[in-house]
T-cell receptor
Framework: GAGVSQSPSNKVTEKGKDVELRCDPISGHTALYWYRQSLGQGLEFLIY????????KSGLPSDRFSAERTGGSVSTLTIQRTQQEDSAVYLC???????????FGEGSRLTVL | AQSVSQHNHHVILSEAASLELGCNYSYGGTVNLFWYVQYPGQHLQLLLKYFSGDPLVKGIKGFEAEFIKSKFSFNLRKPSVQWSDTAEYFC????????????FGKGTKLTVNP
């Protein structure tokens, strides 16, 4: 498709398990962003990629969170040893450089029991 | 750190009422400004943006926003809302010259009653 694709759309996991969330950006978009959306908290910035490098990962809440991007395309956000407070919708967005207009995916809803 | 404040958490209007959603940001330099909208069950999409030039910008679906630099504000307006405008609205700021990240406000939920 032409949009940003995220998988899985829903993930339920047990506390302490690791999860991987995938984002497939719009073809040709060099910038890729991860945000977290929690009820009443708006969009919390996690990390930003330009190509395969991450110039800004200041929003990752702890060292349990990591992300990578390969081939300037697909990105994976990994959360290790999940905690209940990690429950949220994880949003991926992509853009062409310097336009600032982000195109968002549908999100991955993570529930940690 | 840069921050974006949206003053109203939840706004309830009747159809045909006028809308103004407040947005203020804290950053002293040049910024790019955005409003995004999230309709129920849909992904976030761009409503309008300001980069430079005329501080009154027009977006989709009859929305407009005015950048007032002296007030660090970028309020969203619509003269007459419709039931289909029911959604959550997010203001976002990107300071120029720094990271490419957009900093979002916490959002304002708009409910329009028919």
């Amino acid at each position: 498709g032409a949009g940003v694709s995220q998988s899985p759309s829903n993930k339920v996991t047990e506390k302490g398990k690791d999860v991987e969330l995938r984002c497939d950006p719009i073809s040709g978009h060099t910038a890729l962003y991860w945000y977290r959306q929690s009820l009443g908290q708006g969009l919390e910035f996690l990390i930003y990629f330009q190509g395969n490098s991450a110039p800004d990962k200041s929003g990752l809440p702890s060292d349990r969170f990591s992300a990578e991007r390969t081939g300037g395309s697909v990105s994976t956000l990994t959360i290790q040893r999940t905690q209940q407070e990690d429950s949220a919708v994880y949003l991926c967005a992509s853009s062409t450089r310097n336009t600032g207009e982000l195109f968002f995916g549908e999100g991955s809803r993570l529930t940690v029991l | 750190a840069q921050s974006v404040s949206q003053h109203n958490h939840h706004v309830i209007l009747s159809e045909a009422a006028s809308l103004e959603l407040g947005c203020n940001y804290s950053y002293g330099g040049t910024v790019n400004l955005f409003w995004y909208v999230q309709y129920p069950g849909q992904h976030l999409q761009l409503l309008l943006k300001y980069f430079s030039g005329d501080p009154l910008v027009k977006g989709i679906k009859g929305f407009e926003a005015e950048f007032i630099k002296s007030k660090f504000s970028f309020n969203l307006r619509k003269p007459s809302v419709q039931w289909s405008d029911t959604a959550e609205y997010f203001c976002a700021v990107r300071p120029q010259g720094g990271s490419e990240k957009l900093v979002f406000g916490k959002g304002t939920k708009l409910t329009v009653n028919p």
